[in-house]
Every structure is written in structure tokens, then in C-alpha cells.
Antibody, heavy 119, light 106 residues
Framework: QVQLVESGGGVVQPGRSLRLSCAAS????????MHWVRQAPGKGLEWVSV????????YYADSVKGRFTISRDTSENTLYLQMNSLRVEDTAVYYC????????????WGQGALVTVSS | SFELTQPPSVSVFPGQTVSIACSGN??????ASWYQQKPGQSPVVVIY???MRPSGIPERFSGSSSGNTATLTISGTQALDEAEYFC?????????FGGGTKLTVL
């Protein structure tokens, strides 16, 4: 069955970097678009980034553009989110989610990884 | 910029019908999806492509879209439907979520 497992969260100081991983099973990352979505404590959902199924096209929210990079390793079937120049306002639970081939929605979500940016 | 607006909260008595609206400019040209999130859990899609229900989602959940507003309707609401609901649409390749609506079952 489809499963997404995030890892790599933790506490980091402002300005530092962190890389999140999302291990996928039950399907191949090379055939689906994959997204990162975050949720600050007590707040709503915020879309962060998408990597299209071709692994080449990607988009970012304005709030993270130029600081975050989405990528994948198809041999490991793992999605990544490299987060640089972290800010206090990046503190959130980060979810990876799959977009099915029919498009325009997110059908499977991981359990989330908490990132806390604090001095 | 493209934004989606939801009411912060709605309430309903068990067994009654409740609707949650999601409005945004140009939404009529985009598909909307809806997600249910209970405390401490990951979101779950309950409606996609405006009015499609994923397998495993009860029939009491339905969706519609007209003009610049997408609507999630829960008929015969049950206590276990108490949760936060988010709408999602896409603009120029990027996702946009509504602010979320807290549904309270009285």
C-alpha cells in the first residue's frame, strides 16, 4: 500500500540549514508529482513546493523561493526538501504529499516532520 | 495574488446538514479539493475536482462549485465529522489553501 514517511526534522538555529526526507513505498516517485505542505503550530496549511513527475519542473511558494530546494532520488524512491537560511517563521510540521495522475489534488500524505527554528 | 477565503468556524447539530464555502477570484476556472484534518493527524482528502469523492469517504460528503465559490456539504453530520476543513486550488502551478474552517458538532 502507499506509504509516505518523513524524517529529518528537529531544532535548528536561524540561518542554518536542514534537509527533510520523505521515503515513499507502494508506488514510484518517477510517475507522480510530489508536494511539500507545512503547518505552523496552531495555524492552517501552507503549500510549499512541488516537483513534477518528470523530476525537472518545480515550483515554490514565494515565502520559501530562493531558500528551499525540492529534489528526489528515484533509486531510493525518496523525496527531499533542502531548507537553507531558515527563519523562525519556517517553524512548522512539514508534510510530503502525492498528487495522483488525474491531478489537482493530494491523495496521500505523510505523518509530518516537525521543524523548529529557534535560537 | 490568488487567495481562498473560508469562514473560520461553523457549527451544526448531529444529523443536520452543514455547508462550508471557499471563495476566490477565478476559482470558477480551477478545480477545488477539500481536506479534513483532525487534531494531531495528517489531512485526508474528502472531495477532489470540485465534486468527486474518493473511495472510502462516506456519501454524506459532497462538493459543488459555482462561480467563484466551491462548497463542501456534509449531510447527516456525525460527531466524528468534527474537524478542521481546508480547501485547495491551484494557480500557475502553485497550490493555495484556504485558511481553514473549524467544524463543531454541537
Amino acid at each position: 500500500q502507499v506509504q509516505l514517511v518523513e524524517s529529518g526534522g528537529g531544532v535548528v538555529q536561524p540561518g542554518r540549514s536542514l534537509r527533510l526526507s520523505c521515503a515513499a513505498s507502494g508506488f514510484s516517485l518517477s510517475t507522480y508529482a510530489m508536494h511539500w505542505v507545512r503547518q505552523a503550530p496552531g495555524k492552517g496549511l501552507e503549500w510549499v513546493s512541488v516537483l513534477w513527475y518528470n523530476g525537472l519542473d518545480h515550483y515554490y511558494a514565494d515565502s520559501v523561493k530562493g531558500r528551499f530546494t525540492i529534489s528526489r532520488d528515484t533509486s531510493e524512491n525518496t523525496l527531499y526538501l533542502q531548507m537553507n537560511s531558515l527563519r523562525v517563521e519556517d517553524t512548522a510540521v512539514y508534510y510530503c504529499a502525492r498528487e495522483p495522475n488525474t491531478g489537482a489534488y493530494l491523495d496521500f500524505w505523510g505523518q509530518g516532520a516537525l521543524v523548529t527554528v529557534s535560537s | 495574488s490568488f487567495e481562498l477565503t473560508q469562514p473560520p468556524s461553523v457549527s451544526v447539530f448531529p444529523g443536520q446538514t452543514v455547508s462550508i464555502a471557499c471563495s476566490g477570484n477565478k476559482l470558477e476556472n480551477k478545480y477545488a479539493s477539500w481536506y479534513q484534518q483532525k487534531p494531531g493527524q495528517s489531512p485526508v482528502v474528502v472531495i477532489y475536482q470540485d465534486n468527486m469523492r474518493p473511495s472510502g469517504i462516506p456519501e454524506r460528503f459532497s462538493g459543488s462549485s459555482s462561480g467563484n465559490t466551491a462548497t463542501l456539504t456534509i449531510s447527516g453530520t456525525q460527531a466524528l465529522d468534527e474537524a478542521e476543513y481546508f480547501c485547495l486550488a491551484w494557480d500557475s502551478g502553485s497550490g493555495v489553501f484556504g485558511g481553514g474552517t473549524k467544524l463543531t458538532v454541537l
